[in-house]
């Protein structure tokens, strides 16, 4: 099975902050990764599939890019509504994986 | 409105058993495969099953195989996870999401989920 090692495990960050989390999985796969957002006591949401590609509905300072085995993604300009814990979650062949999660905190 | 209610969750002692449900609404259920996913207390998210939309192909993460059973009824719109032996570790908010295997190929529709607690 591919593993999915997500880092950090915590960010701590300011508004207007460049923010960026990273998923490296243990073997290459299909670009089939995506992210959610999940606030406490809330469902994850959906922010970004394939690698890449936006959810409509999502603020387009959110972004999400692929090289190799190392995705990642990013949040240009951190706003109050983003503190959060973000996870990757990889699809390869009936198996469903997601990393350990990047909590986003206030500095 | 697209969405999914989960319900059935609950105290139950280790070795028992308990039925969760998810209604669905707003989309063609018998279209989409569907899938649980669990979170311990602080934990991360986990995948527990998935079901196609047929019913079909089904598959069990290690941890609930044997265990945990999925199924779903697509004239009634709702999926449905049978957990037997319970364990503590599988105390867990249990989520049932929409898994969109085309275009998004992610979990785009998540219901507000369901605690499953197993305590003695």
């Known amino acids: 099975d591919i593993q999915m090692t997500q880092s950090p495990s915590t960010l701590s960050a300011s508004i207007g902050d460049k923010v960026t989390i990273t998923c490296r999985a243990s073997q290459s796969f299909s670009s089939w990764l995506a992210w959610y957002q999940q606030k406490p006591g809330n469902a994850p949401k959906l922010l970004i599939y394939r690698a890449s590609s936006l959810e409509s509905g999502v603020p387009s300072r959110f972004s999400g890019s692929a090289s190799g085995t190392e995705f990642t993604l990013t949040i240009s300009s951190l706003q109050p509504d983003d503190f959060a814990t973000y996870y990757c979650q990889l699809y390869n062949t009936n198996t469903w994986t997601f990393g350990q999660g990047t909590k986003v905190d206030l500095k | 409105e697209v969405q999914l209610v989960e319900s059935g969750g609950g105290l139950v002692q280790p070795g028992g058993s308990l039925r969760l449900s998810c209604a669905a609404s707003?989309?063609?259920?018998?279209?989409?495969?569907m899938t649980w996913v669990r979170q311990a207390p602080g934990k991360g998210l986990e995948w527990v099953s998935h079901i196609s939309s047929s019913g079909a192909a089904i598959f069990y993460a290690d941890s609930v195989k044997g265990r945990f059973t999925i199924s779903r009824d697509n004239d009634k719109d709702s999926l449905y996870l049978q957990m037997n032996s319970l364990r503590d570790e599988d105390t867990a908010v249990y989520y049932c999401a929409r898994w969109e295997g085309v275009v998004v190929v992610a979990f785009d529709i998540w219901g507000q989920g369901t605690m499953v607690t197993v305590s003695s």
């Open positions: 707003g989309f063609s259920f018998s279209s989409y495969t």
